[in-house]
């Protein structure tokens, strides 16, 4: 199966590169692309994996999410801290 996720908080291809990197290595997953001009990543896996899991995997820098309104009210959200 695969899925897309916005992805915020990569400013840089070596951000995107990590999160590609973080994401290959989590059990289950046969297959994960980073695109930085869109924020998103394609994820194939096995069987579905919670958004909870992948968001641990890379860390607190950069944030998942399942739709491009939800990303946009993150960064807004992040702007105002």
Same mark, same amino acid.
């Given at each position: 199966m695969k899925h897309t996720y916005k992805v915020t908080g990569m400013t840089c291809m070596g951000c995107s #590169?990590? &999160?590609e990197?973080?994401?290959?290595d989590l059990e289950g997953v046969t297959?994960?692309? &980073?695109? /930085?001009e869109k924020a998103e990543a394609q994820i194939e896996m096995t069987e579905h994996i919670p958004i =909870?899991? /992948?968001q641990k =995997?890379?860390?607190? %820098?950069? !944030? /998942? !999410?399942t739709s491009t309104e939800e990303a946009q009210q %993150?960064? =807004?959200? #992040?702007?105002k801290k």
């Open positions: #590169s990590f &999160v990197r973080a994401l290959n297959k994960a692309a &980073v695109d /930085l =909870e899991t /992948l =995997e890379i860390g607190t %820098h950069y !944030h /998942l !999410h %993150h960064k =807004e959200a #992040s702007k």
